[in-house]
């Protein structure tokens, strides 16, 4: 049984820093998929970052070059740095896991993944 817990989430003002975590068990895919997405209230989650088991990583134009997303093989652990946050960034962010490698098309389909966590609220604070 797959589970994904997060963790990290919290308040920040602008500018400030935060670092994600999300514990990951029960998977045994290769290739895989990691990765993270977000939801603002009322609307459908969005495409954040990416990361397969070869490190190959993908980002959403609106967190390229502020964002980083990493993961540690020994710890089942994917991380998502985040730097430079702007109040645009309050969300709740979800970490996802998928068999294959990570999709590559221009739209970041939800429905191309199949487990997720729970989800760690991030607010940032202008």
């Known amino acids: 049984q797959v589970q994904l817990v997060e963790s990290g989430g919290g308040s920040v003002q602008a500018g400030g820093s935060l670092r994600l975590s999300c514990a990951a068990s029960?998977?045994?895919?290769?290739?895989?998929?990691m990765g993270w997405f977000r939801q603002y209230p009322g609307q459908e989650r969005e495409g954040v970052a990416t990361?397969?088991?070869?490190?190959?990583?993908r980002y959403a134009d609106s967190v390229k070059g502020r964002f980083t997303i990493s993961k540690d093989n020994a710890k089942n652990t994917l991380y998502l740095e985040m730097n430079s946050l702007k109040p645009e960034d309050t969300a709740m962010y979800y970490c996802?896991?998928?068999?294959?490698?990570?999709?590559?098309?221009?739209?970041?389909?939800?429905?191309?993944?199949?487990?997720w966590g729970q989800g760690t609220q991030v607010t940032v604070s202008s």
């Open positions: 029960g998977y045994t895919y290769s290739p895989y998929c």
């Open positions: 996802l896991v998928d068999a294959g490698w990570c999709p590559a098309g221009a739209n970041w389909r939800v429905d191309e993944y199949t487990y």
């Open positions: 990361i397969d088991s070869d490190d190959d990583t």
